[in-house]
């Protein structure tokens, strides 16, 4: 069974979210993609909306897609959210596991905690732009990391683990969560934006509505 991991603060989540998700799944034939937002992600500041109402804005998001589903593992572990032990735990569950990444995350992955680890516990999809796609995986990553990779072809490498890392296109969309709650913070509408479940709650809750939120 292979099974998509999409991580993030998902702060909130949006329609570009969706939409690769989506994508991934089809082109890789994935029977699954957890959606896992992080409680206290490493590398961002997790700005307004509690990680209970995030969970619960993704919840709403999914519906109605069979295929994808929401985690609140790493809200209900607490603490800091490091990728590494979310993989640990779904390994267990999980045969063949894909986490889902932009370039840019992936760019920075060797200041991840544990980061050479990651590759023994699931492949990688990295989501590039079709206009600017990168060099290739090797190029991003430490020496130490890049020695144990074998190009297989086009944008594809596998990890002595024998865990597979994909170079993916997936459709640009000029959407981020940070834009969403700029346009609540500046009273404009997000209709389009996120989807309508979603839009619903921020209205309903008063979520984002000021810049030193923290509910």
Do not use: Q
Not at 193 to 204: D, F, Q, T, Y
């Amino acid at each position: 069974m292979a099974t998509g991991v999409f991580g993030g603060t998902f702060n909130p989540v949006h329609m570009g979210h969706l939409r690769v998700a989506e994508e991934i799944r089809e082109d890789f034939h994935l029977d699954s993609v957890y959606f896992i937002p992080s409680h206290v992600p490493p590398h961002k500041e997790a700005a307004g909306g509690l990680p209970g109402e995030r969970l619960r804005m993704l919840k709403v998001a999914v519906r109605g897609n069979a295929f994808f589903r929401v985690s609140d593992m790493e809200i209900r572990r607490g603490g800091v959210s490091y990728t590494i032990d979310t993989l640990k735990r779904l390994e267990r569950r999980f045969d063949d596991i894909y986490f889902i990444i932009g370039v840019d995350a992936f760019r920075e992955i060797h200041t991840w905690y544990h980061y050479e680890e990651l590759f023994y516990h699931a492949g990688f999809i990295v989501m590039t732009r079709p206009a600017s796609p990168p060099a290739g995986i090797p190029e991003m990553l430490p020496g130490a990391v890049r020695g144990k990779l074998t190009v297989l072809g086009d944008g594809v490498y596998r990890h002595e683990s024998g865990r597979k890392i994909y170079l993916h296109p997936v459709t640009k969309m000029d959407i981020s969560s940070t834009k969403i709650r700029d346009l609540i913070r500046g009273e404009r509408s997000i209709r389009y934006l996120v989807p309508p479940g979603v839009e619903k709650m921020i209205i309903e809750r008063g979520l984002y509505r000021f810049s030193d939120e923290t509910r």
